[in-house]
């Protein structure tokens, strides 16, 4: 009987021991990514789960983890609970000082099989701005340019803040934009400010009026457009084009006729173009040298925002009732396409991809945002991404890898080539299409947010973010609002 219940027992060991075998580890989650304001530690729980040769779970026994980055300590704080074959480890993760990707491993007590998790970090880079700033501009030195209520603020990548410039004035929320010889042009009130990259005043021009229009919903702020040679165009409210040396000093002025015309853009041949007035049907070409170039009625009124200029020289416009129309450089009507009768193009501003347009609208349907991608070979609706909380149509941006950024209330959505949405940012509350405060350069992308985290926000801070971009700016013939990441306006 005792030999009985010893064989018994040493069976019962074994299959036990042949069940319980482990061949294959797995953590979930398999990537982790958190931002933090500085290096912390940052506690977190992950499930590594066990599986025997054929394929069950099976519980763990100790996990010993392990970091590629000297920099960063994985250290088990609490490890418990076997359910079904899981057992939950929180760690703590002391991060590095800087950004990266760092792949932790866990080793099950054999020491050959393991497990690894990608984790990426990003110590947050960030500057407290406490208003609605512009959009932003990047110098070709790489400095960063904001302005907010007659300031502008000159931060490097990292958002430490270089210098920042007081007009002394209160004004609108103008945009910055970047000269050929990075010198930094801003418009408030009546005058137009030239900086040089160090905060000195280069020049103070006095215009004979403003330069933006408050339509209610849609609060259009006038821009400058900078040709290759450095010469300054601007459009005023009494209806005057405007051309200033790179020096600020005057050049020549063209009389529209009209009030309230839109922003200069510069084409090929360095033509200048733009819409007579608000709510005009005429688009207008002036010459670099000051002399009419044409006029081309477009037999609807045009959306207050600026026109765009497609790889081959076309100007691109889009009426208030959702017409697409592309112009050729001599004037002459390319072709028309109709979007939508239902939606609001008032505030719209397209961007231009490889063969592709893409539009925001306002949908008086549906009450929401909608994204039109539009095939500019077939003149074809490619696909519509709608559902979000759009606010007055502002442009979208599309990076390298043809995704498109597009800011709908507090959020930005990154919607892919396809259509689909891979991904989210909060962000500040956007209202206006000038001043979506999003940028990518190479590998940051700077983004104004009003919450503590970019993610999983919860307490107001109005602050300037500088986080790891995925993907620059795409090269592309307009592929954001004013062109470039220097708010050019040129071709």
Not at 182 to 202: A, E, M, P, Q, R
């Amino acid at each position: 009987m005792k030999m009985f219940l010893i064989i018994v027992s040493c069976i019962i060991v074994f299959l036990y021991s042949c069940a319980s075998d482990i061949e294959k580890i797995e953590i979930e989650p398999s990537e982790y990514r958190f931002v933090t304001p500085e290096c912390l530690k940052i506690d977190e729980i992950f499930n590594v789960i066990g599986y025997d040769g054929s394929g069950k779970r099976q519980n763990l026994k100790k996990i010993e983890w392990t970091s590629d980055d000297p920099d960063i300590a994985v250290i088990t704080i609490e490890e418990n609970s076997y359910y079904k074959g899981t057992r939950y480890e929180k760690l703590e993760l002391v991060c590095p000082s800087s950004m990266g990707r760092t792949k932790i491993r866990a080793r099950y007590e054999d020491k050959e099989t393991y497990a690894d998790i990608v984790v990426y970090h990003e110590v947050q880079r960030k500057y407290p701005l406490g208003g609605n700033v512009s959009s932003l501009a990047l110098g070709f030195d790489g400095t960063v340019y904001a302005s907010l209520e007659g300031n502008l603020f000159a931060f490097t990548p990292d958002l430490k803040l270089l210098w920042k410039f007081n007009s002394d004035e209160y004004c609108d929320i103008q945009p910055p934009v970047i000269a050929p010889n990075d010198n930094v042009l801003f418009i408030c009130g009546i005058y137009l400010y030239i900086l040089d990259n160090k905060g000195s005043i280069v020049n103070k021009v006095t215009l004979d009026s403003f330069s933006y229009l408050d339509y209610g919903t849609c609060y259009y702020l006038g821009m400058p457009a900078v040709d290759y040679d450095g010469t300054i165009y601007i459009t005023t409210n009494e209806g005057i084009l405007y051309a200033f040396n790179p020096d600020g000093n005057f050049k020549w002025q063209f009389s529209i006729g009209y009030k309230y015309p839109n922003s200069p853009i510069v084409g090929l041949n360095s033509d200048i173009y733009f819409i007579a007035g608000q709510f005009s049907e005429k688009l207008y070409s002036v010459k670099s040298n000051g002399n009419l170039n044409w006029i081309t009625n477009l037999g609807e009124s045009i959306s207050l925002y600026s026109p765009v200029i497609d790889f081959d020289g076309s100007i691109i416009v889009i009426s208030l009732g959702g017409t697409i129309s592309a112009i050729d450089p001599d004037g002459s009507t390319k072709w028309n396409y109709v979007l939508s009768a239902y939606d609001s193009f008032l505030c719209s501003s397209p961007v231009i991809g490889n063969n592709t347009i893409y539009v925001t609208s306002d949908t008086s349907v549906y009450s929401l945002g909608r994204l039109y991608t539009v095939d500019s070979s077939t003149r074809s609706i490619k696909w519509i991404y709608d559902g979000y909380a759009l606010i007055n149509s502002p442009s979208p941006i599309i990076d390298a890898n043809g995704n498109i950024i597009v800011a709908g209330g507090y959020e930005y959505y990154v919607v892919d080539k396809n259509g689909t949405l891979v991904d989210k940012y909060l962000g500040n509350y956007i209202w206006e299409p000038s001043l979506v405060p999003l940028l990518l350069t190479d590998s940051i992308m700077y983004i104004k947010d009003n919450k503590d985290s970019i993610r999983v926000g919860i307490n107001p801070s109005n602050f300037l973010y500088a986080i790891e971009a995925t993907s620059p700016l795409a090269t592309a013939p307009w592929p954001k609002f004013r062109k470039d990441n220097q708010n050019s306006g040129r071709y």
